[in-house]
């Protein structure tokens, strides 16, 4: 079945050509989902963008449009406003007919698409012997999330994990362990994260201070590159630690992820420079192999290259990010290529992508995206950080949202007069919670900055996980007390549409569709989330007005459905965001 956008586009194109003729099979008909029912439930806005090329008045054409337009099935007879936008309202019968199919339906009839792509997301990428920070928790959630809903397509979807476990700090913080603490090297689980990055920080110091430790870290770098049996397992012991503690929080937000650091694409970084040299794109300057690129240039408007192999002969971030992205194009096969960073990224994934396209690398069929997103700030508007300035572990920071909620729940379960077990409590607090953190990151155009506030976030009313996760299981409520078993009814249960409230929300189910399909262009979830909460808003609306389970029948039956169908939208849509709903809370 294919969704109700979709069916409009194709009953376009099959007008446009009856009215124009076969050139406009293809053409975008630009039908749209209305966004003030003023102008009805969906408009196409195609009349006024051919003027030019038909040589005639918008309205003209919008009326050719309609006369050979076949839609009485699914809208009332279309109107022509204003310039020449076409207005449709979907028909209550068709209303009817779509949500009874989606009834029965684990997917909500809603389509794979067809044919299906090879993707890769790119995304979480923290560093080896580094806390993961707030930027790596965005990437993250926002990352899993656009997974989620291209993988729900139907989309071939590989999540990459492009871990920084390489380059020339792991000599600086080997070479100081030896020092310090050489079992850290030998001995698995001798160290935590939290040693770790500490250890980092004063090998760092010592690296700026003493020539003679510099130098020595350099000899590190090049030992470990030459495989150097100690300086393999060293560095193997610091990935295991590190990777260790990413697990957990992993796990916490069921996150799933295939980890290829840039250690992986080492082997392939000799190869690349041979062959940008090959095609004549390399300059040597100052010692160091360039790229010079087009449009980039620095503060003093002299061209800035791209540094591919320093004069020390090491590699830069850059030459992996080229060979990872060859490997995942010839090797992995994809089209579509999503890399998940904050904007501060941009510039280097445009270089890249710059000298791999001079490259001849990037077939016209692959597309590169840069879902870029902005700083996560505290409440006083500046980056967020510890109260004595440091970066925020994730760790910490994640407890935090969880203790909260409980303190919440276990104020809400008193003053209503409740009792419940440690066990329920302990795990509603750390689904709300954690989910709390999630959608107040996904509920955000990724693309601003956005400030994190826990008491935001865990508030019952406005946009935020505990009050999607409360409509839920309210909604789901309505519908058990009912008590209709709808595996069994599911078939013929008739769908009856009167009054107001039920046909907006009629409609506003049958709109998800058309957002994962935007979504899944767009890569911006918070549309999503808008949907999910204007979901809850119109169900609200409806259960004001309408009795459900005190209501007659056909209606009683009919109401309880729509009911059902909107506990699973948002059940459906909550795990697309990475959210498990709650039956209790
Ligand atoms: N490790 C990098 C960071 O922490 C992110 C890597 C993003 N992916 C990539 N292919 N460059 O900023």
Same mark, same amino acid.
């Given at each position: ?96 007919? /779509? +949500?009874?199919?989606? *009834? ?36 993250? $959630? ?15 979807? +590989?999540?990459? &994990? ?116 090959? $095609? ?35 590699? &830069? ?7 990872? +992205? ?98 329920? $409590? ?34 019952? /009313? ?63 979830? &918070?549309? *999503? ?25 056909? /209606? ?15 059940? *459906? ?13």
């Amino acid at each position: 079945m294919t969704s109700t956008v979709e069916l409009l586009k194709i009953k376009f194109n099959q007008a446009l050509v009856a009215a124009f003729g076969e050139d406009f099979a293809t053409i975008d008909p630009m039908v749209v989902a209305s966004t003030n029912p003023k102008f009805g439930d969906y408009q196409c806005n195609l009349a006024m963008s051919l003027t030019k090329s038909l040589k005639s008045n918008p309205r003209a054409i919008a009326t050719q449009i309609i006369d050979n337009l076949i839609i009485d099935e699914i809208c009332e007879t279309p109107e022509i406003a204003g310039p020449g936008f076409i207005n449709l309202r979907l028909k209550t019968d068709y209303l009817q007919i /779509q +949500l009874q199919k989606m *009834l029965g339906n684990e997917r909500l009839n809603i389509p794979k698409v067809n044919p299906n792509q090879k993707m890769i997301v790119d995304f979480s990428s923290p560093n080896i012997a580094k806390e993961m920070h707030v930027g790596h928790l965005r990437s993250t $959630i926002i990352g899993d999330s656009i997974a989620r809903v291209l993988e729900f397509q139907g989309h071939e979807v +590989l999540r990459l &994990n492009h871990v920084g476990d390489w380059g020339t700090q792991f000599g600086m913080l080997i070479t100081y362990l030896r020092e310090v603490s050489p079992d850290a090297l030998t001995t698995a689980d001798a160290l935590d994260l939290g040693d770790l990055v500490e250890f980092y920080r004063q090998a760092k110091v010592r690296f700026d201070q003493d020539e003679t430790f510099k130098e020595t870290s350099r000899q590190e770098v090049v030992r470990l590159q030459a495989g150097a049996e100690d300086s393999r397992r060293a560095w193997q012991l610091l990935c295991e630690q590190s990777r260790r503690e990413f697990q957990l929080i992993y796990d916490d937000l069921g996150i799933k992820l295939t980890e290829r650091g840039e250690s992986f694409y080492n082997q392939f970084l000799p190869q690349i420079l041979e062959e940008l040299d090959k $095609i004549g794109l390399l300059v040597e300057n100052q010692g160091a192999k360039c790229v010079f690129l087009e449009g980039f240039t620095n503060k003093e408007g002299e061209p800035l290259p791209l540094i591919v192999q320093k004069s020390d002969g090491g590699y &830069n971030y850059a030459t992996t990010d080229l060979a990872a +992205l060859r490997h995942r194009i010839e090797t992995e096969t994809a089209t579509r290529i999503i890399y998940v960073t904050d904007a501060g990224q941009t510039n280097h994934f445009m270089q890249v992508w710059q000298v791999a396209k001079r490259a001849g690398w990037i077939p016209e069929n692959v597309e590169l995206v840069h879902v870029a997103f902005g700083i996560v700030k505290g409440e006083d508007g500046k980056k967020l950080k510890t109260r004595s300035g440091e970066t925020v572990r994730l760790r910490e920071l994640l407890d935090e949202a969880v203790s909260h909620a409980k303190k919440d729940l276990e104020t809400r379960i008193k003053a209503e007069g409740r009792t419940e077990n440690q066990e329920f $409590i302990d795990h509603v607090a750390e689904v709300v919670g954690l989910s709390a953190v999630k959608y107040a990151d996904l509920s955000q155009n990724r693309t601003s900055d956005y400030i994190f506030s826990f008491d935001k976030m865990l508030s019952l /009313q406005g946009n935020t996980a505990p009050y999607m996760l409360y409509a839920y299981v309210r909604i789901q409520g309505i519908s058990r007390k009912g008590n209709i078993d709808w595996q069994k009814l599911e078939t013929d249960i008739q769908v009856v549409l009167e009054a107001e409230e039920e046909i907006v929300l009629a409609k506003h189910l049958l709109q998800l569709p058309g957002i994962l399909e935007e979504v899944a262009q767009d890569l911006l979830p &918070n549309r *999503l989330c808008q949907y999910l909460f204007e979901l809850s808003q119109k169900f609200n609306q409806f259960y004001e007005q309408c009795a459900v389970v005190k209501a007659e029948e056909p /209606q009683r039956t009919s109401r309880l459905a729509l009911c059902d169908l909107t506990a699973k939208t948002l059940k *459906l849509g909550l795990s697309l965001l990475g959210i498990s709903v709650l039956e209790r809370m």
